[in-house]
């Protein structure tokens, strides 16, 4: 069993993606990271198609409906499971699913680890 207690934001997500996040708090392992990023930007979708896989071409807000409470509903949420500070003008850059996956990953890249 792990010592690593999970955000409380984790409980609406399958069980899949919190054993991702514990292998990236454990592991610092990015691939499990990439596997978060992109379950929370599909659970955050406001589009008709809810519950359909998001790809790395998919617009945030022509393609899967993000409004500014959305964006800013995973903003909190990458910033609570990651330890990342995400700054309004970094946010507003991102326009598709690739560039939040390998902008999360740049801040990952650079972050000290946390215990």
Avoid: C, W
Avoid at 37 to 54: C, D, E, K, N
Wanted: no cysteine.
């Amino acid at each position: 069993m792990s010592s690593v207690e999970q955000p409380a934001a984790l409980a609406r997500f399958p069980a899949d993606i919190r054993e991702a996040h514990r292998r990236f708090r454990e592991q610092r392992d990015r691939s499990a990271a990439a596997v978060i990023v992109l379950a929370a930007l599909q659970h955050y979708q406001s589009s008709g198609r809810a519950g359909a896989p998001v790809t790395v071409t998919d617009r945030l807000i022509e393609d899967l409906g993000y409004d500014s409470l959305a964006v800013a509903e995973l903003v909190f949420l990458l910033e609570d499971l990651f330890s990342v500070t995400v700054t309004n003008s970094e946010i507003s850059e991102l326009r598709t699913v690739g560039e939040v996956s390998r902008f999360i990953d740049r801040k990952l890249a650079s972050a000290p680890a946390t215990p």
